[in-house]
């Protein structure tokens, strides 16, 4: 594990006193906020009435849930910490909703969500530092912020007696004696511990990367296959323009995204720069395919990275050469967040949206697919056609043949024999006419549009199977069940070799060829009939904006 920094005792009173507001200041007023909505007896009925949901949305671990099973024979909050309550206050509306939405930045402070918010933004900042070293400068900077926030936190109350402002005031003039103050040391020294993943190089950077242990300690409900968990990533480096890398990202979120099924970029914000991501629980739940799509993750985001990311300098040709030569020295810190982007439900819908264009894809394939198919039906009907006149022509010269070759063998060595058993019919005779007599042009356009409908098939059953893996929507689980497997078989080997192996030689015929073609026409058919029938359905429920309501 990465060891916090010795300190001074001047930089340890700082980092216990910083301790103390994030510990126990914080966590006091939010549940001030809670009981002043709610007492805990009734949060903690609102909270049994549907338990299995709210527990899948909140995604609370053991032993939060054991604090909220206990709410029933508390009069206060104090048994909650700041994460617990943030989570609560939000899934409930215990306040009004920030101005501009829970896990969004705040500009202004219009109300309590705003202030909560302002206050988790902060408490963030302090637990995810790389060591717990505040230099004087710093630690009146976090002061001065919470106490202009106290001050607000007071009047949303209406305290007039034991405030906030009194408290924190005190806080920032309070030198704790040597036991209290180890105690609050330790306690943010081990919020602050970091595991090293390892080091990504991008031309440009090294990207040392590290996990917060709090990762270590997922809830055992996260091991299942569906659903997510929010992420925030803290990116720390001299030389990089936040604001232009976050102008960045945000511009190539889907270009980092494409493809991708496991941890998914949602935005960058400048501030010190934080990226927000979802990783999917399939890799929360072990522990090196975590490690390893951390990494890969890092290294999609900075290479992604151009000139304009690193710091201004006087010249744009100065920021080229830095960018081409400077190896630019970077932390990445993973940590657990609290952070919400969009609801799941919006996610759903856009991961929907993006599964019904590649069905429009596949649609628009299989329906070239199917005429072409036709035409090598029709081939086949005229070859057999000929097929059968040459037959004829064959019976008619056979007996001829036979004849000539008997009067000549003595003067062949029986060749004229062998040459007359030929034209009689033989498999490599009946497939030279096969290769014969079919349109070569069908045959070569109509083998392109199978590989291709291959192509496309595969690809949309690997999306409906990653989007079903990692948070399946009702319109995926609906696609998975269909079988679109037919084209599969038909492009095993090449459409020649199929037609040889399906053709009758012993009665010389290719009715039989046309047949099991016919037998693949219908399956490709019912297929797009299938998946249309489930895309006009997916349609209908955009129009009427009752998408999950629809496959229920």
């Known amino acids: ?43 903690h009925r609102l909270y049994g009435i549907n338990g299995t949901g709210t527990d899948k949305t909140l995604r609370l671990s053991e032993e939060q849930k054991e604090v909220v099973s206990n709410l029933s024979a508390e009069q206060t909050f104090q048994t909650c910490d700041f994460s617990l309550l943030y989570s609560l206050i939000c899934h409930f509306k ?154 960045r990202l945000n511009e190539m979120k889907d270009k980092i995204n494409r493809n991708q099924f496991k941890i998914i970029f949602q935005n960058a914000e400048h501030g010190s720069l934080i990226l927000h991501v979802v990783a999917y629980h399939a890799v929360l739940c072990v522990k090196s395919t975590m490690v390893d799509e951390m990494k890969s993750f890092v290294e999609r985001i900075f290479s992604t990275f151009d000139e304009t990311c690193v710091r201004d300098r006087t010249e744009p040709a100065e920021r080229q050469l830095v960018f081409e030569q400077q190896i630019i020295s970077v932390e990445c810190i993973f940590a657990m967040s609290d952070h919400k982007e969009e609801g799941t439900n919006e996610r759903k819908g856009k991961r929907d949206e993006e599964l019904n264009e590649d069905v429009k894809c596949w649609k628009k394939i299989r329906k070239k697919t199917l005429p072409r198919l036709d035409d090598l039906k029709t081939e086949l009907y005229k070859a057999n056609d000929q097929i059968r006149l040459t037959r004829a022509f064959r019976n008619v010269t056979t007996g001829a043949s036979l004849i000539l070759g008997v009067l000549s063998a003595p003067f062949t060595g029986g060749a004229s024999l062998a ?40 690809r949309l059953r690997q999306r ?19 079988n679109i497997n037919t084209i599969i078989g038909l492009a095993e080997t090449p459409l020649l070799s199929f037609i ?36 006009i359905q997916y349609n209908a429920c955009i129009t009427c904006n009752e998408i999950h309501r629809c496959y229920i």
């Open 94 to 247: 215990l306040v009004r909703i920030p101005t501009k939405g829970w896990g969004k930045e705040v500009s202004n402070i219009l109300n309590a969500g705003d202030i909560i918010e302002k206050l988790r933004r902060i408490r963030n900042r302090i637990v995810h530092r790389p060591n717990a070293n505040y230099g004087q400068c710093e630690e009146d900077g976090v002061f001065d912020e919470v106490l202009n926030l106290a001050r607000l936190v007071d009047r949303e109350l209406s305290k007039t007696t034991n405030t906030f402002e009194d408290e924190v005031s005190k806080s920032q003039l309070w030198d704790p004696e040597s036991s209290i103050r180890e105690k609050y040391i330790l306690a943010l020294e081990k919020i602050l511990e970091l595991e090293e993943l390892g080091i990504v190089r991008v031309p440009g950077y090294e990207i040392a990367v590290y996990m917060k242990s709090d990762l270590n300690l997922i809830p055992p409900g996260i091991g299942i296959a569906e659903g997510e968990t929010n992420l925030t990533v803290y990116v720390k480096a001299k030389g990089l323009n936040n604001e232009a890398v976050k102008q």
């Open 419 to 458: 040459g007359a058993a030929l034209l009689t019919g033989c498999a490599a005779g009946f497939s030279f006419l096969i290769e014969s007599v079919i349109e070569k042009r069908v045959l070569i356009i109509t083998q392109a549009g199978v590989y291709r409908d291959k192509e496309v098939t595969c």
């Open 1 to 43: 594990m990465r060891r916090p920094d010795v300190l001074e005792k001047d930089e340890r009173t700082r980092a216990a006193r910083i301790s103390y507001l994030m510990l126990d200041t914080f966590p006091k007023i939010l549940q001030e906020f809670a009981l002043s909505a709610i007492p805990p007896k009734q949060l």
């Open 500 to 535: 040889k192996s399906w053709a009758g030689i012993e009665s010389n015929s290719l009715l039989h060829a046309i047949n099991k073609l016919d037998q693949y026409i219908c399956g490709l058919e019912e297929e797009l009939k299938t998946v249309s029938t489930n895309i």
């Open 464 to 482: 409906v199977t990653a989007f079903r893996s990692t948070e399946s929507s009702p319109f995926a689980e609906e696609l998975f069940t269909v």
